[in-house]
Every structure is written in C-alpha cells, then in structure tokens.
C-alpha cells in the first residue's frame, strides 16, 4: 500500500481516529481531516513519529468549497487519495414532536451531503487512477431508533448512497462498502449518556447485556473491519452493508 493514500474524515477521535491510525499502520499515507484541527494535527504527528505519512486539515464536510479546497491539497501533499472513509457524524437526537428543522438539516448535511460531497471529489482521482474503496460508516440506528428519527434516516440513506456508487463506481476498480457499527464506546455514546442523564459506565453494562457476544464495540473493531474492505484482497466485495455490532442486527 506504500503509494496509497487514504482519507479519513472526523480523524479527530472515537472510531475516525483509530481508523487513521490502522489505516497507517497498514501502509497507507493518511489525510486526517476534521472541524478539530489541533486533535488532527497530533494524530497525524503520532503517525509520522511511527514512520509513516500523514496530512492533517480542517475541514467541514457539508462545506462543498472547503471539501474541494481540502482534497485537492491531499493530492498535492500525499498523492491521488484513493481510499475514502467517509465517518464524520454529529447527533442533534430529540423524538419528532420536539426535533427542530435545523436538528434535522445538520444531521442530514453532515452524513449524507458530507458522504456526497467528499465521494464526488475523491472519485475524480479513483476513477483516474483504476484503483479506489469507499467505505461509509452507517449505523444500525439505519433499522430504526427512538428519538433519532434524523439520524436514522440518514444512516438509511448513506446505505443506498453505497450500493449506488458501487454500481457506478465498481467498472473503475473502485468498491464501495458500508459498515453499521452497534454501540461503540466513544465520546458520540458518552454524550448520549449524559443527556439521558445516565452514568456511561452503566450505559455500556445495560447495553453490553443485549448484545450476543455480551461487550459493546470499541474503535478498534470499526477500524479492523475498515481495515478488510479497504484491502487488495476485498476488491470483490462491493455494495454491502457490514454490521458491527457483536450480534445480527437485520
Ligand atoms: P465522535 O466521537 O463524536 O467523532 C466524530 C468526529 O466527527 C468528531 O471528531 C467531530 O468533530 C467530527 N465531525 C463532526 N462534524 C463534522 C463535520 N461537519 N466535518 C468534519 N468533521 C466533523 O463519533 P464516533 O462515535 O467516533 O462516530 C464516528 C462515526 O461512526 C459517525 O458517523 C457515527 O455516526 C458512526 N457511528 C458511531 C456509533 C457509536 O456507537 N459510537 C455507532 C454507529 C455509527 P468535532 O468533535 O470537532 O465536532
């Protein structure tokens, strides 16, 4: 992979950024791109400090100027990026009756303009090149979730977004893929906790219990997975939707 350059967007923490880190440590030239831009800057220096290559920006996703400023600067800096992550996401959870209009278009911008916007940039290079793998990161929230009636539809919609670029993409030697992580502990479901106005802790135990193989997920697991499908060897797995979630969920 030493000439393949990934993009992992909100690489600041949680499952973005352990996504970067095995990404690098499996040979790819990283660009960590985030609305926090000191996190990404020391993500990328660890990596480096590692031997490898990274890029660090700022950048909103939902912003189509800034996308298209950003990526051309990857190219410029690593080389055509190849491999996307498309994983940056916000939460504005709240049940129907109380969800505001702007909870829904922030929601929806992020994940599914953000998905848009970056693959529509990315693509110029993958297609370019003959090579590429997109992996969106969806949620088993997609099946249904009580008060996130913005987000789940937005992991629903990131999952058809995937099988369609898998057909457009897939006579480039470019796959596309989605992962639906179940619960995963990082500071998105620590933040759930404190606004339920539960102790994370017991958050984690109550769900640990109602999960099959009886732990939540970490990022780790996420970037594992990610690891397989932005791999040579998956290059016959496009479309699919992967559930991480430690038990079946569809
Ligand atoms: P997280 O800890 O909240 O990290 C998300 C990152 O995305 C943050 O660094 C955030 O930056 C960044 N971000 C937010 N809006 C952005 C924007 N407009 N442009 C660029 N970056 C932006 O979340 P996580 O738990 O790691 O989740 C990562 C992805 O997995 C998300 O798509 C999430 O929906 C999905 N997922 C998570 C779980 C879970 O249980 N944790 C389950 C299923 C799916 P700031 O901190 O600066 O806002």
Redesign the pocket.
């Known amino acids: 992979m030493a000439d393949r350059v990934a993009i992992v967007?909100?690489?600041?923490?949680?499952?973005?950024?352990?996504v970067a880190q095995r990404l690098a440590a499996d040979g790819f030239a990283v660009a960590l791109?985030?609305?926090?831009e000191q996190?990404?800057r020391d993500g990328a220096e660890k990596i480096v400090a590692g031997g490898g290559k990274a890029f660090a920006a700022k950048?909103?996703?939902?912003?189509e100027a800034q996308v298209n400023e950003v990526v051309a600067r990857v190219a410029d800096e690593l080389g055509a990026p190849t491999v996307l992550v498309?994983?940056?996401?916000?939460?504005r959870d709240n049940l129907l009756f109380k969800m505001t209009a702007d909870d829904w278009d922030a929601v929806i911008?992020?994940?599914l303009r953000?998905a848009f916007l970056m693959s529509k940039a990315v693509q110029a290079y993958q297609t370019k090149e003959g090579w590429g793998r997109v992996v969106n990161?969806?949620?088993?929230?997609a099946l249904g979730n009580r008060g996130q009636a913005n987000?789940s539809a937005?992991?629903a919609g990131l999952q058809g977004f995937t099988k369609t670029l898998a057909i457009e993409l897939g006579k480039f030697g470019v796959t596309v893929n989605a992962?639906?992580?179940?619960?995963?502990?990082?500071?998105?479901?620590?933040?759930?906790a404190a606004r339920m106005g539960v102790d994370f802790e017991d958050l984690k135990k109550g769900a640990a219990q109602t999960i099959p193989v009886q732990r939540?997920?970490t990022?780790d697991d996420?970037a594992h997975t990610t690891s397989f499908l932005v791999s040579e060897g998956a290059g016959f797995v496009s479309g699919q939707v992967i559930y991480v979630a430690g038990g079946p969920k569809d």
């Open positions: 967007t909100g690489a600041a923490r949680g499952i973005g950024a352990a791109l985030d609305l926090d996190a990404v950048l909103d996703v939902s912003d498309n994983n940056a996401g916000i939460l911008n992020v994940h953000g990161l969806s949620s088993t929230s987000y937005a992991k992962i639906a992580p179940g619960f995963i502990a990082t500071e998105m479901t620590a933040a759930t939540v997920g990022p996420i």
